[in-house]
């Protein structure tokens, strides 16, 4: 049972990034902690992280089939997730940290599910791309792919946001 509960914390970042939406992200990581208590007994030792994840994946995976494609336009509201424990040393600090992060979740979000899930997976999780390839069952060389044009679909989507053309159109 430590070996699920030390890991909840990467299961409901993955969850709430892939449902886009905390309350279903919640659901999503009881039920598939529901299952992996379920199937403790084969679990073969390894790495309990990828174990855990692979699990908390495919049940959003089967969550967002059942709900069809109208619960992929939810936002997803990092202010609530964020750090409100720190603080900042100014408020213009503050201002341009949260534009920033909304910029950055707002385009994350656009991304498709399959880029959003390896770049939460690497960069959030800071999980190895062959933990990755297992969670996802995925080749490696396609976790690498994934994360390149993710990162490039992410980059060109934050500087067309910052633009100041589309500055206007807002």
Same mark, same amino acid.
């Given at each position: $049972? ?66 069809? *494609?109208?619960?992929?336009? $939810? ?6 997730? =964020? ?14 940290? *949260? &534009? ?9 979000? &656009? ?11 690497? &960069?959030?999780?800071?999980? =190895? ?7 996802? =069952? ?24 910052? =633009? ?7």
């Amino acid at each position: $049972m430590a070996l699920l509960l030390k890991h909840l914390g990467a299961a409901y970042n993955l969850a709430r990034w892939l449902m886009r939406d905390e309350t279903e992200a919640e659901d999503v990581v009881q039920d598939a902690y529901l299952s992996a208590i379920r199937h403790l007994a084969g679990f073969r030792g390894g790495d309990g992280r990828a174990w855990v994840l692979t699990i908390v994946r495919n049940s959003c995976y089967d969550r967002l089939k059942q709900k069809g *494609a109208s619960g992929q336009n $939810m936002d997803f509201d990092e202010a609530i997730h =964020s750090a409100a424990g720190r603080q900042a040393p100014n408020p213009e600090t503050v201002l341009l940290l *949260a &534009e920033r992060t909304e910029l950055l979740r707002k385009s994350l979000a &656009e991304l498709p599910a399959e880029y959003r899930e390896v770049l939460v997976l690497r &960069e959030l999780e800071q999980l =190895s791309y062959r933990e990755i390839a297992n969670i996802a =069952s995925i080749p490696l060389g396609t976790v690498m792919s994934r994360l390149s044009r993710a990162r490039q679909q992410l980059q060109q989507t934050v500087l067309n946001r910052n =633009s100041p053309v589309s500055a206007l159109r807002q």
